[in-house]
């Protein structure tokens, strides 16, 4: 498997679940600044010019839940995924795609300072619904799914995590905090997480 990075991109999140799995593929730096991802041999693997990509037996992947999403599967003796079929599964899959579809966009169209937009069409509704919709999924104690920590906690908790380091969650909850602080402790978090992130 091979894994294109930059650890300090949105990389660092699957650089965290293969550390969480305590599996090493062959890693790929990719620098940012020098144009790495605008290369043509690059855009060959990834159109989008973006990291984290994983290439694994020759098929590319990308985006980092459906990386974590891949991982868990292929390794699940580690148990980082929910059964199939089970209810849990639904939870599960809810955490991995909100980062995506809700969370990101948001976030982007609020650093933007974009005025009106039609938010009833909008997948990602408003700040306000978008907020609340955190807010419900942090999860009190524990994980997103109870007990067991999952890819799942890899995916939203790194996403809120990105999204409150870098000021575009501009006033976290004492739940969403505790929530961060618990993964920061998470030895894989640290081995994987620049210092300036803890
Ligand atoms: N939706 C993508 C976003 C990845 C992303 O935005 N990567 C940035 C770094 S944080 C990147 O590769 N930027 C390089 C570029 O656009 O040239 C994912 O979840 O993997």
């Known amino acids: 498997m091979k894994h294109y990075y930059n650890p300090m991109s949105r990389a660092m999140t699957t650089l965290w679940m293969f550390a969480e799995l305590d599996v090493e593929p ?20 990834n159109p989008m010019g973006k990291i984290p990509v994983l290439v694994d037996d020759g098929v590319v992947i990308t985006e980092v839940a459906a990386i974590c999403t891949y991982l868990a599967d292929k390794f699940p003796e580690k148990g980082f995924a929910p059964a199939l079929g089970s209810t849990a599964r639904g ?17 982007t169209v609020k650093s933007m300072n974009v005025g009106d937009y039609p938010a009833m069409s909008a997948g990602f509704g408003d700040l306000e619904r978008c907020l609340a919709t955190i807010e419900e999924m ?9 007990a067991e920590f999952t890819a799942a906690d890899i995916v939203f908790g790194g996403t809120l995590d990105f999204f409150i380091q870098t000021g575009s969650l501009e006033e976290p909850s004492d739940k969403q905090k505790a929530y961060v602080r618990r993964l920061k402790d998470r030895p894989a978090y640290q081995k994987t997480h620049d210092p300036s992130w803890s």
Do not use: S
């Open 138 to 146: 942090t999860p009190d104690a524990d994980w997103a799914l109870g």
């Open 91 to 107: 939870t599960y899959y809810r955490y991995l795609f909100v980062p995506g579809t809700t969370m990101e966009p948001m976030f």
């Open 26 to 45: 062959e890693q790929i730096f990719v620098d940012l600044h020098a144009g790495d991802t605008a290369t043509a041999q690059f855009r060959k693997i």
